[in-house]
Structure formats: C-alpha cells, structure tokens
C-alpha cells in the first residue's frame, strides 16, 4: 500500500499500513465485498479514517472530542469522501450506544486502551463490534520504548521509575495514563476470544533518530522505512518499540 500520508509522519504509521492493508486485502476476498465496514474507535481526525475511505470503504469514526470529529468531518470532505466516513461522539466503554454490535468487518482500536479505565472492557467491546471472521487492529503505547527514551534523554531515575510502575508510567507528569508489553497486549486480545494474527513494534528506531538527519541526508527516509518494516516483526524489537500493534482475528463463528 503506498502509504497516503505526508513521508515524515509515515515513518510512524508504515508499518500499521503494510499489517493493514494485508488484513483487509484478506476480508476483502473472504467476504466477497470491495467496499467493507470499518470501525475506527478514537479515530480522531481521521488520519486512518480517510486514507480507508479513499480505498473504498465505509468507515464510521467514533471519538469523544467533538473538535476532532469536526476536523474528521472537514478533512473527509476535502479529501471528497464525505459519504463514506461517519463521525460520532463517543468512546469505547459506550461503544454500542453509537455503533452497531457485530456489524464491522474491521475495527481499529488505536491509541485507546492507554486511556480507558478498563483495558479488557476495551478490547472486549471492540470484538464485540465484529462480524465473524473479522479482524481487529489494536495499536498501544509499549512500555519498552518509553523506558529506553526516558534513559536517551538521561532522566535514569524517570526511566526506572516507568520500569517498575505498574502502568508504566515515568512520573506525574507523564502524560500517558498506561502502557503495555506485547504479552500484556496479545493476553488482552486472546482473552476477549481472538486469535493472534501477528505482532509487531512500531517506532522501534525512528522517535530516536534525530529529525535533521531524517529530513537532510540523501535516502535517510528510505532506508530508515525499511529499517523500522525489518525489525517490527523481529520479537527482540517489541521489547524497545515505542508502539506495539497487534492483530486479532475472529473465527468464522465468533463476532456479535
């Protein structure tokens, strides 16, 4: 998939793309449907959302914050996709107060579960919304790569701090409520009835490398894409991933 988003931002994003685009090439062929129905839990602007969109897709973006469903609304229109991007105000503990129980083929949970007060309800409402056979993407915050920046940037005791809280946290400034392994993450997924379709580390090298060398040295962007897409299915590179993103698959049977 050539990735629909400016080139630095999708030093961030490429890899969930590439996972992405394999599992809805897949339900694609499964379901017989060019167009399928995918559900974006705080979607936000619609930086997934209308990239989806663009392919073909209906989806509906659930989020709390009415500011970024009004961007979502805007951006869907400039992008003229307005007809197949659905935006309302809500989050995943209320999911089926605005969406449809068992009525997605895909759901994207991305940058939540950090958030909610409760993880397992999150993913449990999240593979609730599926239809059978469907495919949960789930993207969190990775415990790993926030201790090794802590350290980077030489706040050691911040580091250890994070290290050993558990949520993960560096401190009370830390604006990030949780974060996760990638055994956290797939037992979340495995206990709301999913099967693990695979796990990778996202921003393994680039919230490291200096910007100024990515923006200026000749071919830094390229060879720094394949880089992160080398080393995101490698297990010894979740463990320092700034993002963790896990794919979960229903069985023909499971869903609503």
């Known amino acids: 998939m050539s990735d629909p988003m400016r080139p630095r931002a999708a030093l961030r994003t490429a890899v969930v793309w590439d996972v992405l685009q394999d599992a809805l090439e897949r339900r694609v062929k499964a379901t017989g449907r060019q167009a399928l129905d995918v559900l974006d839990t705080g979607g936000g602007s619609g930086n997934f959302a209308v990239p989806l969109a663009r392919l073909g897709h209906r989806v ?20 003229g996709v307005a007809e197949r991007v659905h935006g309302v105000q809500g989050d995943a503990r209320g999911l089926f107060d605005v969406a449809e129980r068992g009525g997605y083929d895909v759901v994207l949970c991305h940058g939540v579960l950090e958030y909610v007060d409760d993880p397992a309800e999150g993913v449990r409402n999240t593979v609730a919304a599926l239809r059978p056979g469907g495919v949960l ?69 680039s919230d490291l490398v200096p910007g100024v060398l990515v923006d200026t040295e000749p071919g830094a962007m390229e060879a720094l894409l394949k880089l992160e897409a080398a080393a995101a299915e490698l297990a010894a590179f979740h463990s320092v991933a700034t993002q963790l993103h896990v794919l979960g698959e229903a069985g023909e049977a499971a869903g609503a």
């Open 60 to 79: 509906t973006v659930v989020d709390p914050s009415p500011n970024a469903l009004f961007a979502l609304e805007r951006r869907a229109a400039e992008e």
């Open 137 to 205: 993407s789930l993207l969190a915050a990775g415990l790993g790569g926030a201790v090794l920046a802590r350290a980077l940037a030489g706040h050691f005791t911040e580091a250890l701090q994070a290290l050993g809280d558990p949520n993960g946290r560096w401190g009370e400034g830390d604006p990030v409520p949780r974060r996760f392994t990638a055994e956290q993450l797939t037992g979340l997924v495995r206990g709301a009835g999913l099967e693990v379709g695979a796990v990778h580390g996202v921003r393994v090298f």
